[in-house]
């Protein structure tokens, strides 16, 4: 099983970023797929979920019309496209895949939002 992201970097505050993370060794389909990040000195926090079929999405408040979650089923791959980026979404930033007892970790991602 493997997760792995991409697409980090620095940037300034109001850029865009767009993470990708490409999944392997498993049945990707069946898996809820989340971003989450950790910065330091705080706790890692969920920032946006997909559901398997890519219907239904969930945010955190903190960037609820700024990201934006998708996923590709036929390529494993899961994406967060972030837009409007504030100095506080600086954090490392994992890929997450669940279904009912098994969960996966990407190594992540850093983001650094800065000028």
């Known amino acids: 099983v493997q997760l792995k992201e991409s697409g980090g970097g620095l940037v300034q505050p109001g850029g865009s970023l767009r993470l990708s993370c490409a999944a392997s060794?498993?049945?990707?389909?069946?898996?809820?797929m989340s971003w989450f990040r950790q910065a330091p000195g705080k706790e890692r926090e969920l920032v946006a979920g997909?559901?398997?079929?890519?219907?239904?999405?969930r945010y955190a408040d903190s960037v609820k019309g700024r990201f934006t979650i998708s996923r590709d089923n036929a390529k494993n791959m899961v994406y967060l496209q972030m837009s409007s980026l504030k100095p506080e979404d600086s954090a490392v930033y994992f890929c997450?895949?669940?279904?009912?007892?098994?969960?996966?970790w990407g190594q992540g991602t850093q983001v650094t939002v800065s000028s």
């Open positions: 997909i559901f398997s079929a890519g219907g239904s999405t």
């Open positions: 060794g498993f049945t990707f389909s069946n898996y809820y």
């Open positions: 997450n895949a669940r279904f009912v007892s098994l969960d996966y």
